[in-house]
């Protein structure tokens, strides 16, 4: 399936530490995104790692791919509690955009 | 400016009902995209809409419908509704359409089938 799958499911860590998660994919993709997700409500836009790219920054975020081992890595740095969310990968090709099932972040104050 | 609107933020139907969501995207936005998020799973695709013109559908039953209008608002409508089609139904819109297109997510709309 084209689903990308996040790894861990679920992570708590202390407030300060850096949170890194993982998505794996089986299919080729012209870029990966990654989205955050309060609370159930609707999705916000990290970053956007194209397939002929190796690793992006944005503020806190660190983003890493590695297409030949269809990975993607994101991480987190001196997280807050604000940091607290669902964090999906989300592939996109041919098709539109595919999310896996994501990854639930507690940090802790 | 405007982010991308929804609704109603809640709805609350019986079985064999029918329901219509609606989205508004961002100013100048061209595209917009559904997905269905049942509880525990990540958002999946259910149509995309550019220029009024459906370009994507994902595998979900006939019942399951859209469209969007020339100012590019959009619909979603269901039909006979199942308890299965409890979800939070999120509505996305881009500027254009392609792969390269970041989508900005609305509020969703949280539907309960009874």
């Known amino acids: 399936s084209q689903q990308g799958e996040e790894d861990p499911q679920a992570l708590s860590i202390q407030e300060g530490e850096n949170a890194t998660m993982n998505c794996s994919y089986k299919t080729s993709i012209n870029n990966l995104q990654w989205y955050r997700q309060n609370s159930g409500r609707g999705l916000v836009h990290l970053i956007l790692i194209r397939s002929n790219e190796r690793e992006k920054h944005s503020g806190r975020l660190r983003v890493t791919l590695d297409t030949s081992k269809k990975s993607s890595s994101l991480l987190i740095t001196a997280s807050r509690a604000a940091d607290t969310a669902s964090y999906f990968c989300a592939l996109s090709g041919n098709t539109p955009l595919v999310f896996g099932k994501g990854t639930r972040l507690s940090v802790i104050a | 400016d405007a982010g991308v609107t929804q609704s109603p933020t809640h709805l609350i139907k019986t079985r064999g009902q029918h329901v219509t969501l609606r989205c508004s995207p961002i100013?100048?936005?061209?595209?917009v995209s559904w997905y269905q998020q049942v509880l525990g799973q990540g958002p999946q695709f259910i149509f995309q809409?550019?220029?009024?013109?459906?370009?994507g559908r994902g595998n979900f039953p006939d019942r399951f419908s859209a469209r969007q209008f020339p100012n590019y608002s959009s619909e979603l409508n269901v039909n006979a509704l199942l308890l299965g089609d409890s979800a939070l139904y999120l509505c996305?819109?881009?500027?254009?359409?392609?792969?390269?297109?970041?989508?900005?997510f609305g509020p969703g709309t949280r539907l309960l089938v009874l």
């Open positions: 100013s100048g936005h061209k595209s």
């Open positions: 809409y550019y220029e009024k013109e459906e370009r």
């Open positions: 996305a819109s881009s500027l254009l359409w392609g792969p390269e297109e970041t989508q900005y």
